[in-house]
Structures are given as C-alpha cells and as structure tokens.
C-alpha cells in the first residue's frame, strides 16, 4: 500500500530513476542499521555498485602493485648480490697478486742471501779463513 501510494505520487519513470539510483550509487539510509551489511542483498543496496566496482579494481591494482614491487626487491636484491660478488672477486684477484709478489720478493731476497753468503765465503776461504757451519754448530744454536 505505501509502495502504490509513492509510486502515484513520484510516478514510474521517477521511481525507476530512485532505483537505480539506489542500485548504482547505494542508499545512505541503510547504512545507520546495525548488522544490515551481513545480509547479501542489503549490503549491495548499502555499498552501490559503483563503489564497490571501483574498490575492487583498487584492490587488483594494489595487487598488481605489490606484484611488481615484490619482483623489483627481487631484482635490486639479485643486482646486489652481483655487486658484492663481483667486490669480492675483486679482492680476491688483488690478493692473490699480492701474495704472487710477496713470493716472488721472497724468493728474490732467499736467492740474494744464498748469493751474498757464497760470496762472502769465498771470500773467507781466499783469505785462508773458514767459518762453514756444520750440523753441531746448529743443533747447538738451537739448544739455547
């Protein structure tokens, strides 16, 4: 009967409009009643269609968005990576120049020493003097 009495008074076309209306954009009324959006078709006429069209593509947008910033962490992390492997590869490369000289000076002093003691000890040996060292002589250096 109220239906019939606001359908004489506003008319069809205007209540089709209100319809729709509330259908597209949503009724404010219903949402001041507590627990109404449990009930599927009230939360429909509550929320309006075109308001929670737009919150879902905001949140396939949002999804999409930690997609892609998931997948650009992974990428700077990779990049990463690389960076400290390559440093360290680096590093390692330096090193190993370093202690290839080091050996090499090593070996270069260990042959000068060798060469200045058979020098020295001809040169002894020409004056008539002696002074070798035998395995006596060592251990008792090593026994102090």
């Known amino acids: 009967m109220t239906v019939v009495?606001?359908?004489?008074?506003?008319?069809?076309?205007?209540?089709?409009?209100l319809v729709m209306l509330g259908y597209y954009e949503g009724?404010?009324?219903l949402r001041d009643i507590p627990f109404a959006d449990r009930v599927p078709v009230v939360r429909e006429l509550i929320a309006g269609r075109?308001?929670?069209?737009?919150?879902?593509?905001?949140?396939?947008?949002?999804?999409?968005y930690v997609t892609e910033a998931r997948a650009?962490?992974?990428?700077?992390?990779?990049?990463?990576?690389?960076?400290?492997v390559n440093?360290?590869?680096?590093?390692?490369?330096?090193?190993?120049?370093?202690?290839?000289n080091?050996?090499?000076?090593?070996e270069q002093i260990a042959a000068d020493t060798e060469t200045r003691i058979r020098d020295h000890e001809k040169l002894?040996?020409?004056?008539?003097?002696?002074?070798?060292?035998n395995a006596?002589?060592?251990r008792m250096y090593e026994s102090r």
Request: proline letters at 4%.
């Open 5 to 17: 009495a606001i359908l004489r008074a506003l008319g069809i076309p205007l209540c089709i409009f």
């Open 27 to 29: 009724v404010p009324v």
């Open 50 to 64: 075109v308001p929670s069209e737009r919150a879902k593509a905001a949140d396939a947008a949002r999804q999409g």
């Open 72 to 84: 650009t962490a992974a990428e700077a992390k990779t990049a990463e990576l690389q960076r400290q």
């Open 87 to 100: 440093a360290g590869q680096l590093v390692i490369s330096s090193y190993q120049k370093i202690a290839k």
């Open 102 to 106: 080091d050996r090499a000076r090593d």
């Open 124 to 133: 002894l040996r020409s004056a008539g003097r002696n002074c070798d060292l």
């Open 136 to 138: 006596d002589d060592i």
